[in-house]
């Protein structure tokens, strides 16, 4: 089996599971979930400005595959505050965790706010693919061009 198939086949499986725990109210999605989480994960960085200020995400444009799972490492090494907001993402992920500071938040995730000089990291599996934007939501950010692209393929 090649490696696309895999993904494909994994991302139906996922699919059918969240479906079968819908409609026989079983713990489908439960299931999927403890597979998933199983997967190492892929590392991702990315940082909310830089130490001069841009009104940039580094890198901004991101690649992801359905059913894998990833570690999205967010570091603002900035002065202000900055947003990770990409809502259509957040709604076609399968969110394990968010670890922020001594905090690990579990469930549904659709935004981070990130404070200067502040890291999180965001441990997820996307299970649709689609291109989706991403942006900073502070007043004037995205303005300046404080957007992203984030592109779920396979
Ligand atoms: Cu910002």
């Not at 090649?2 to 993904?7: A, D, E, I, L, V």
């Not at 009104?55 to 570690?71: A, K, M, S, T, V």
Request: negative net charge; hydrophobic residues 40%.
């Amino acid at each position: 089996m090649n490696h696309g198939f895999r993904q494909t086949v994994l991302a139906l499986v996922v699919v059918t599971l969240l479906t079968m725990g819908t409609i026989f109210g079983c713990s489908g999605a439960g299931i999927a979930a403890t597979n998933l989480a199983k997967q190492p994960a892929v590392d991702v960085y990315v940082a909310l400005g830089n130490e001069a200020g841009a009104l940039q995400f580094f890198p901004d444009d991101l690649q992801f595959e359905p059913g894998r799972r990833y570690n999205l490492h967010l570091s603002n090494p900035s002065d202000q505050k900055h947003y990770f907001t990409a809502k259509d993402f957040a709604d076609g992920i399968w969110s394990q965790k968010v670890d922020a500071g001594n905090v690990e938040i579990k469930g549904a995730i659709h935004e981070l706010e990130l404070r200067a000089n502040t890291e999180a990291e965001w441990v997820f599996v996307p299970l649709r693919s689609g291109i989706y934007s991403l942006r900073c939501t502070v007043p004037g950010h995205t303005e300046a061009g404080m957007v992203g692209r984030i592109e779920v393929v396979g």
